[in-house]
């Protein structure tokens, strides 16, 4: 027993030392010790934001049923500036069915412009002449403009116009001759000098004498009378057509196409959900969510932290009680294993 009270009185001293140590400290004046921590921002790397990313949304999803096998196809059209990244790549569940990405197929779309053109043409022509004008007018006619329309025109027909291309004027010269019979004499003065044909003054340009009978006179041949053929010439003047032009109309439909906008296609394979996926789906492990960025940099800030101080006499309770029960129990069980020696040498 005496054993017993001996330990029990070290364990006591050993918790009550440190209790004892803190009441000297605290009568000798000696401070308490005080942490203190100081955080201040990184301004060497601001941290800067990452650009939003727009959602990409498709123009059209269809879903397609066939031998038992799904898949939907989704259609994005892209314009200019858009990241063909940010399409959705993910697998995802509809309808008891997983469906996972097998494909994304680009191609481009185009633009037609339509729209209706009248082109008008010229020929010229010698003549005014329908079957030699038609002999230059083809059918159908090939157009392509400046900006990029281009088609196939036909002749219309009704649209033909033939119009003098112009005109000239010419002098010619005129003449006409006149008969004078039974003249007397073969003299000029016995014949006019001038007539009038046709509207235009002609002069007398030549004579031609005829001697109509003769009769003897003393042996001698006489002209009975004379007839004149007298030639009168003048000038005139005309106005000619130089050509013909001819105006015809092609008309019909001309179209331009242009590159229009970007067309990808994200095609998914379907699997049906049974109950020993979903159980293995369930059992797969979440994967980690990736870690997001600082939107912006922290304000500097300070912060005092003040370790607290340890109270000794918080601690020694707790000790000593810990200290006086095994004090305690080792004492029992000391005294039992002695009352059991006790009782074996008595017996012997």
Same mark, same amino acid.
């Given at each position: 027993?005496?054993?017993?009270?001996?330990?029990?009185?070290?364990? @006591?001293?050993?918790?009550?030392?440190?209790?004892?140590?803190?009441?000297?400290?605290?009568?000798?004046?000696?401070?308490?010790?005080?942490?203190?921590?100081?955080?201040?921002?990184?301004?060497?790397?601001?941290?800067?934001?990452?650009?939003?990313?727009? =959602?990409?949304? =498709?123009?059209?999803?269809?879903?397609?049923?066939?031998?038992?096998?799904?898949?939907?196809?989704?259609?994005?059209?892209?314009?200019?500036?858009?990241?063909?990244?940010?399409?959705?790549?993910?697998?995802?569940?509809?309808?008891?069915?997983?469906?996972? *990405?097998?494909?994304?197929?680009?191609?481009?779309?185009?633009?037609?412009?339509?729209?209706?053109?009248?082109?008008?043409?010229?020929?010229?022509?010698?003549?005014?002449?329908?079957?030699?004008?038609?002999?230059?007018?083809? =059918?159908?006619?090939?157009?392509?403009?400046?900006?990029?329309?281009?088609?196939?025109?036909?002749?219309?027909?009704?649209?033909?116009?033939?119009?003098?291309?112009?005109?000239?004027?010419?002098?010619?010269?005129?003449?006409?001759?006149?008969?004078?019979?039974? *003249?007397?004499?073969?003299?000029?003065?016995?014949?006019?000098?001038?007539?009038?044909?046709?509207?235009?003054?002609?002069? *007398?340009?030549?004579?031609?004498?005829?001697?109509?009978?003769? @009769?003897?006179?003393?042996?001698?041949?006489?002209?009975?009378?004379?007839?004149?053929?007298?030639?009168?010439?003048?000038?005139?003047?005309?106005?000619?057509?130089?050509?013909?032009?001819?105006?015809?109309?092609?008309?019909?439909?001309?179209?331009?196409?242009?590159?229009?906008?970007?067309?990808?296609?994200?095609?998914?394979?379907?699997?049906?959900?049974?109950?020993?996926?979903?159980?293995?789906?369930?059992?797969?492990?979440?994967?980690?969510?990736?870690?997001?960025?600082?939107?912006?940099?922290?304000?500097?800030?300070?912060?005092?932290?003040?370790?607290?101080?340890?109270?000794?006499?918080?601690?020694?309770?707790?000790?000593?009680?810990?200290?006086?029960?095994?004090?305690?129990?080792?004492?029992?069980?000391?005294?039992?294993?002695?009352?059991?020696?006790?009782?074996?040498?008595?017996?012997?």
């Amino acid at each position: 027993m005496k054993r017993v009270l001996i330990i029990f009185a070290a364990i @006591v001293a050993i918790a009550m030392a440190p209790t004892a140590a803190a009441r000297a400290a605290e009568s000798d004046g000696t401070a308490s010790t005080v942490n203190i921590t100081v955080v201040m921002p990184d301004v060497s790397a601001p941290a800067q934001s990452a650009p939003p990313v727009s =959602p990409l949304y =498709p123009n059209s999803v269809d879903e397609i049923r066939e031998n038992g096998e799904r898949r939907i196809i989704k259609v994005y059209e892209l314009s200019e500036g858009e990241n063909p990244e940010n399409i959705p790549r993910g697998s995802f569940e509809r309808g008891g069915w997983r469906y996972e *990405l097998a494909d994304v197929a680009k191609s481009e779309t185009a633009l037609t412009d339509a729209r209706n053109h009248v082109e008008t043409v010229e020929v010229k022509t010698a003549a005014k002449d329908m079957d030699a004008i038609l002999s230059l007018l083809a =059918p159908t006619l090939d157009y392509e403009s400046d900006d990029g329309y281009a088609g196939t025109l036909a002749l219309d027909i009704t649209t033909i116009k033939t119009e003098s291309a112009g005109t000239k004027s010419s002098v010619y010269t005129v003449s006409a001759t006149r008969e004078y019979p039974r *003249l007397s004499a073969a003299d000029t003065s016995l014949i006019p000098k001038t007539i009038t044909d046709d509207g235009r003054t002609l002069t *007398l340009a030549s004579v031609d004498w005829q001697i109509g009978n003769t @009769v003897a006179v003393d042996y001698e041949p006489l002209a009975e009378y004379y007839t004149a053929v007298a030639a009168y010439t003048g000038t005139a003047s005309k106005t000619s057509v130089t050509g013909y032009v001819t105006t015809a109309e092609y008309s019909g439909t001309v179209a331009k196409v242009s590159q229009g906008r970007t067309v990808y296609t994200a095609v998914f394979i379907g699997s049906e959900i049974t109950p020993e996926r979903a159980r293995l789906d369930f059992a797969e492990p979440t994967p980690e969510a990736p870690e997001i960025p600082a939107a912006s940099t922290p304000e500097p800030t300070s912060r005092l932290e003040e370790a607290p101080s340890a109270n000794p006499w918080d601690l020694a309770l707790p000790v000593a009680l810990a200290a006086l029960f095994a004090g305690v129990a080792a004492g029992y069980f000391l005294k039992i294993k002695s009352n059991r020696k006790d009782d074996a040498n008595e017996t012997h």
